[in-house]
């Protein structure tokens, strides 16, 4: 159980364009679901936290207009990356909590987004 | 703020034991996370503490000292699969579902 499923699994697209990644848990119902953004190298660095049925909270230094995210369903979330550049390329990874204790995250599998 | 460390990289030896060492201090507490992540792939979840002491899990076991801001993961009988990196994650508030990670511990197990 508590698998969640990420699409595209990696995209190319020209800079200028949008961008959307879908999030879903597959055998369970994820009041809360989390985007992370990961450079090489780097740790995992929360952009947002989606809230079903209401707006997503945004982390310091994160363009809510640039990254929106809508979260419309107990079991889907959607990040679409606006107006993309060749800074957004990276590594974006969603989480579902099961909302049960201990309230671990489980991890999509990733979208490389690489932006022209 | 929130400022969390752990070593780089470490390297061990096939069959061996090793430990994951994570210092921690955070505004409020509310649990820690461990998770491996193997390269280019997502997270997944080893262990959660949030009581102090160890927790044991076959071949992974993992430790908390909440005064100390201190807690380690330990990994036994080393297998060249456990070549990752390992996240140390501290949960703040009550209530809230919210990680934040560590730069993590990059491991390379060689025979």
């Known amino acids: 159980g508590a698998v969640v499923s990420q699409h595209p699994s990696w995209v190319i697209c020209k800079s200028g364009t949008s961008v959307k990644i879908e999030c879903r848990s597959l055998?369970?119902?994820?009041?809360?679901m989390f985007w992370y953004r990961q450079f090489p190298k780097q740790s995992l660095m929360l952009m947002a936290t989606?809230?079903?049925?209401?707006?997503?909270?945004?982390e310091q230094g994160v363009e809510k207009d640039k990254f929106l995210i809508n979260h419309a369903s107990l079991t889907l979330s959607t990040l679409t990356v606006t107006s993309a550049h060749p800074e957004d390329s990276s590594f974006y990874i969603c989480?579902?909590?099961?909302?049960?204790?201990?309230?671990?995250?489980?991890f999509g599998p990733g979208t490389r987004l690489t932006v022209l | 703020g929130q400022n969390i460390d752990q070593p780089t990289e470490m390297t061990a030896t096939e069959g061996a034991i090793v430990q994951i060492n994570c210092t921690y201090q955070?505004?409020?507490?509310?649990?820690l996370f461990w998770y491996q992540q193997h390269a280019g792939e997502a997270p997944t979840f080893l262990s959660y503490?949030?009581?102090?002491g160890l927790e044991e899990k076959g071949r992974f076991s993992s430790f908390l000292s909440r005064s100390k801001g201190y807690s380690y993961l330990l990994l036994k009988e080393l297998q060249m699969k456990d070549s990752a990196s390992y996240l140390c994650?501290?949960?703040?508030?009550?209530?809230?579902?919210?990680?934040?990670f560590g730069k993590g511990t990059k491991l390379s197990v060689i025979p």
């Open positions: 989480s579902a909590s099961s909302g049960r204790p201990p309230y671990e995250q489980f």
């Open positions: 055998d369970f119902q994820a009041t809360t």
């Open positions: 989606s809230n079903e049925g209401s707006k997503a909270t945004y």
């Open positions: 955070t505004s409020g507490f509310n649990g």
């Open positions: 503490n949030v009581l102090d």
């Open positions: 994650a501290p949960r703040t508030g009550a209530g809230s579902y919210q990680l934040t």
